[in-house]
């Protein structure tokens, strides 16, 4: 699943945005890189559904997108701070963590084509084996120069 010739992040993000106003504040940071892009559209189709499902998409919110031990994470909590899930919604939502966590770490998340979790010079990255490569020679260069290059 390589990401289009002539991708933009930007418009791609605009759109999420735009997609899931109810569960996705416009100050959230998508703190990934490209190829992680579908899986956050899929996760994020996906938490809007359970929420509507258990009358909860008014009062839960996506809290932060980012990477974590070369994994996938969406945050997605409560819009009032003490307030707790019900036990089922509770459930179904940490299953959608499960599948997040999943899919990304045997997804590249700069292209999006298969890959795998690597520890690279202790930083964890799920990489095709292409940008684990190019991962690698940038260590070897002392980490200087461009990281990833087509």
Not at 91 to 104: C, I, K, P, Q, Y
Request: hydrophobic share 35%; with cysteine; glycine share 8%.
């Amino acid at each position: 699943m390589t990401l289009p010739q002539g991708f933009d992040r930007e418009e791609f993000i605009a759109g999420l945005r735009e997609k899931h106003a109810r569960i996705l504040p416009p100050t959230v940071e998508f703190a990934v890189e490209n190829g992680w892009l579908q899986l956050v559209a899929d996760r994020l189709r996906d938490a809007e559904t359970i929420l509507e499902k258990h009358g909860w998409i008014d009062r839960a919110v996506i809290k932060q997108i980012k990477e974590k031990f070369g994994e996938l994470r969406v945050y997605i909590r409560p819009r009032v701070e003490d307030e707790s899930y019900p036990d089922e919604l509770a459930a179904e939502l940490d299953g959608l963590r499960r599948v997040v966590s999943d899919n990304s770490a045997v997804t590249c998340e700069i292209c999006s084509d298969e890959g795998e979790i690597g520890n690279f010079g202790g930083y964890y990255q799920a990489l095709c084996p292409k940008h684990a490569e190019q991962r690698r020679q940038w260590i070897a260069r002392g980490r200087t120069g461009d990281l990833f290059h087509d």
